[in-house]
């Protein structure tokens, strides 16, 4: 099994921003999620995925990713995803030993911004760097799907103010 094990932070400030390697486009879309897993097709700059998440107890999820032609990443990202789409920015930046990878939202969740950084066991010291803010993992509102819900919800309501 394909155990994926990360940590998600806010950041404190921009102080990543000179020390990126690398970035890339990507969009996500969700085509079935329940409580405990999800399957998700994405089209990063150079290929396209499908990955199945499940969770596996703690911070441990099962995580299968398969490369798949991007014209299927683009029918079913218009076709099958009800509307369930993100796009992002992700920005890789190394820091002592590790890759963080920095998200900044497009569209929809434009304005969110999230670290995360893949671990090797649950237990790992993970050195923080001065630009990371407080630790998110595990906190429900800041699972994709219910920012995306959240920020649905606030724009329903300032729509419906006359």
């Not at 921009?14 to 999620?33: C, H, I, K």
């Not at 995925?49 to 990202?77: M, S």
């Not at 995803?81 to 993100?86: A, T």
């Amino acid at each position: 099994m394909a155990i994926e094990i990360e940590r998600k932070f806010l950041l404190a400030g921009d102080g990543w921003r000179p020390l990126v390697v690398r970035q890339e486009r990507l969009r996500d879309g969700l085509l079935v999620a329940t409580a405990d897993r999800k399957v998700r097709v994405r089209i990063y700059d150079a290929k396209a995925t499908l990955t199945v998440k499940a969770k596996a107890g703690g911070i441990h999820n099962a995580e299968y990713e398969y490369e798949i032609p991007r014209a299927d990443a683009e029918e079913l990202l218009a076709q099958h995803c009800d509307g369930n789409l993100l796009t992002k920015i992700r920005h890789y930046v190394p820091y002592k030993g590790f890759m963080w990878e920095i998200d900044v939202y497009e569209g929809l969740l434009a304005g969110v911004v999230l670290a995360e950084v893949e671990i090797p066991r649950d237990d790992t010291d993970v050195p923080l760097p001065p630009w990371i803010g407080a630790e998110v993992t595990g906190q429900p509102e800041y699972k994709k799907i219910n920012l995306q819900m959240a920020r649905r919800a606030e724009l329903a309501a300032a729509k419906a103010v006359p």
